[in-house]
């Protein structure tokens, strides 16, 4: 998967947690820490390809 595939599904897993209020707390856990996941991939990524310093805030 791609750096911008991981960032298209990072957000469209946050605006799923934003928009629903049906989900189980597992639920909500596993799409959060999936999202997690992709976005420290992503943070590993820029670091690695030297693009600048990227802060802790990112995630």
């Not at 820490?33 to 600048?52: F, I, N, V, Y």
């Amino acid at each position: 998967m791609s750096y911008d595939e991981k960032i298209e599904k990072a957000e469209a897993i946050i605006a799923q947690l934003e928009a629903s209020e049906a989900i189980s707390l597992e639920e909500y856990k596993r799409l959060a820490a999936e999202a997690t996941a992709l976005l420290k991939q992503c943070k590993e990524e820029l670091e690695t390809q030297g693009s600048g310093s990227v802060t802790d805030t990112l995630l």
